[in-house]
């Protein structure tokens, strides 16, 4: 069977960037946009154009450069919003208007004091209006994760009757499960008559860490793209990373899925977002920290000296880093204090390594990590000592 592409919609400038303290400027936005088309992008989601004169500005200048990727602009479900993301975006190669409205019942009441009625009239008129700038109108039904299935399968059905060519059904809050998830999205598949005219995509927050598991889900169960930014950044706790979902399918190639992403490219994507929005990533995240691809524990790193793949599932040059690290800490075996004394030009015996062992271990007992000039003075000292001795 042959494998099926899923689209990535990256949204690190604009749902990524609604992170308190990492606003970025035009410029920034702009060395961002170029590498996330580089890196094969299929759509890059460049900010909210009415919500301020810098971002209208970030859009615009996005528009112009970006070569291959559609790129697009979120609004709310007013006439306002898409015609100023409509002017933002004139001229994308690709342009598509995000548009959208909360669906659940507590947004409905407690956001637009309003009806389940009035909302679908609202969101089919804005898709149609949107209709009028451009062919590619995806709708948001914000909040999906909490709505009302039976509801949200009506109100699909109804933007589609107006254009929209893409669904997004967000767990805005990120309460769902995967399984939950992943029906909903059948549901859709199976209830909203036209659905075979518009793609369903995932977009999932990550307030219980479920983030990429429920868009994995969403895949399984049929959507066919993944709203997602680079380290997972976003709103609270982050959206899906792109890294985790490009990596997921490249592993389970039982999946039939694929993306168009370079993976070896995820690393330094990684380094020059964080760099820019001035945002660390935790040295324990998937596929792109610092300890994605360390081993500092005696036993596995015998195993990696041994055979990388007893203790990696992935080579890490497929993500653009250059080789898997032995960290030396007073946990750490004999075989990774040869490797690593070998890795600074000295190849030492048996017996050399028993002696050698035991002084490392006296400093890696006071020092947390032991590192090259650590290992090359207790080497002088061993070799004076061998001399006088001698
Ligand atoms: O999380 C969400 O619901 C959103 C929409 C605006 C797409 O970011
Ligand atoms: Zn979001």
Same mark, same amino acid.
């Given at each position: 069977m042959n494998s099926e592409k899923i689209e990535i919609f990256d949204t690190t400038l604009r749902d990524g960037e609604q992170v308190p303290g990492c606003k970025l400027n035009t410029e920034q936005k702009l060395i961002i946009a170029e590498r996330l088309d580089e890196l094969g992008i299929d759509i890059i989601e460049a900010g909210f154009p009415i919500?301020?004169?810098?971002?209208?500005?970030?859009?615009?200048?996005?528009?112009?450069?970006? +070569? @291959? #990727?559609?790129?697009?602009?979120?609004?709310? &479900?007013?006439?306002?919003?898409?015609?100023?993301?409509?002017?933002?975006?004139?001229s994308a190669r690709k342009p598509r208007i995000h548009t959208g409205i909360g669906t659940s019942d507590s947004h409905i009441r407690y956001k637009f004091n309003s009806t389940r009625e009035d909302i679908i009239e609202r969101a089919a008129e804005a898709v149609k209006y $949107?209709? +009028?700038?451009?062919? %590619? !109108?995806?709708? /948001? #039904?914000?909040? &999906?994760?909490?709505?009302?299935? &039976? *509801?949200?399968?009506?109100?699909?059905?109804?933007?589609? +009757? #107006?254009? $929209?060519?893409?669904?997004?059904?967000?767990?805005t809050t990120g309460y769902c499960l995967p399984e939950e998830y992943g029906q909903k999205?059948?549901?859709?598949?199976?209830?909203?008559?036209?659905?075979?005219?518009? !793609?369903?995509?995932?977009?999932?927050? @990550?307030?219980?860490?479920?983030?990429?598991?429920?868009?994995?889900?969403?895949?399984? @169960?049929?959507?066919?793209?993944v709203e997602c930014t680079i380290n997972g950044l976003g709103e609270r706790a982050g959206n899906t990373a792109l890294e985790e979902v490009v990596m997921i399918l490249k592993q389970h190639k039982n999946l039939n899925l694929h993306t168009d992403v370079n993976s070896r490219m995820l690393n330094?994507?990684?380094?020059? !977002?964080?760099?820019?929005?001035?945002?660390?990533?935790?040295?324990?995240?998937?596929?792109?920290?610092?300890? $994605?691809?360390?081993h500092s524990s005696g036993i596995h790193q015998d195993g990696v000296i041994k055979n990388r793949e007893t203790y990696e599932i992935i080579d890490p040059e497929e993500v653009g880093v250059n080789a898997s690290s032995i960290i030396l800490t007073a946990r750490s075996g004999r075989? &990774?204090?040869? /490797?690593?004394? +070998?890795?600074?030009?000295?190849? !030492?015996?048996? @017996?050399?390594? %028993?002696?050698? *062992?035991?002084?490392?271990?006296?400093?890696?007992?006071?020092?947390?990590?032991?590192?090259?000039d650590d290992l090359r003075l207790i080497m002088e000292a061993f070799k004076l000592e061998n001399r006088v001795a001698g």
């Open positions: 919500s301020s004169p810098g971002d209208f500005e970030s859009v615009s200048e996005i528009s112009k450069l970006v +070569k @291959n #990727a559609k790129v697009c602009g979120l609004t709310r &479900a007013n006439k306002k919003d898409i015609d100023t993301a409509a002017e933002a975006l004139k $949107a209709k +009028k700038y451009v062919e %590619d !109108v995806e709708f /948001y #039904a914000e909040d &999906a994760g909490r709505t009302d299935n &039976a *509801y949200l399968a009506q109100v699909c059905e109804a933007v589609i +009757k #107006a254009g $929209a060519t893409v669904l997004n059904i967000p767990d999205i059948k549901y859709l598949k199976e209830n909203v008559k036209g659905i075979e005219k518009a !793609v369903l995509s995932c977009h999932c927050h @990550n307030d219980l860490g479920l983030a990429t598991a429920n868009s994995i889900a969403g895949v399984i @169960n049929g959507a066919r793209q330094e994507m990684s380094l020059m !977002v964080s760099d820019l929005m001035g945002m660390a990533v935790q040295p324990n995240k998937a596929i792109v920290g610092a300890n $994605a691809f360390a075989s &990774a204090l040869a /490797y690593r004394f +070998k890795h600074i030009g000295h190849e !030492v015996t048996k @017996n050399e390594l %028993d002696y050698l *062992y035991l002084e490392f271990l006296k400093i890696a007992d006071v020092k947390k990590e032991i590192c090259n």
